[in-house]
């Protein structure tokens, strides 16, 4: 367990869902990765991340999906593409990522709460 943070702390973190319009190989990337290009909605609009979610997933399987990511982290040059948000995953038992998702759709842009 890490240190204990206060409810304020966390109310600071700006998690949101998004859908998936675009997702291509990052062959520029150290590790295996691909480009997102994610729809927040209305006042966020379109924002990029870099992911390292190639073992379950293909671009063409991504298309669409919703994912939860953290928007208001400050953006993060990686080789030469910036990343604009956080996208959310768990480690499977091999350590390979899993996306966070909703379990049903919500509209692009809701807050985690």
């Known amino acids: 367990?890490?240190?204990?943070?206060?409810?304020?702390?966390?109310?600071?973190v700006d998690i949101r869902v998004?859908?998936?319009?675009h997702a291509e190989d990052f062959p520029q990337a150290r590790k295996p990765a691909y480009r997102l290009?994610?729809?927040f909605g209305g006042d966020i609009g379109l924002r990029k991340s870099s992911a390292?979610?190639?073992v379950h997933y293909?671009?063409?399987t991504l298309i669409g999906r919703q994912v939860v990511a953290v928007i208001n982290f400050p953006p993060?040059?990686?080789?030469?593409?910036?990343?604009?948000?956080?996208?959310l995953g768990l480690s499977d038992a091999d350590g390979a990522i899993v996306l966070l998702a909703p379990?049903?759709?919500?509209p692009n842009g809701e807050r985690m709460h």
């Open 76 to 87: 993060r040059q990686i080789g030469p593409f910036m990343s604009e948000v956080l996208v």
């Open 52 to 54: 390292q979610i190639t």
């Open 58 to 60: 293909t671009p063409d």
């Open 103 to 106: 379990e049903r759709p919500v």
């Open 1 to 12: 367990m890490t240190d204990a943070i206060t409810f304020d702390d966390f109310a600071r």
């Open 18 to 21: 998004g859908t998936i319009t």
């Open 37 to 39: 290009h994610i729809d």
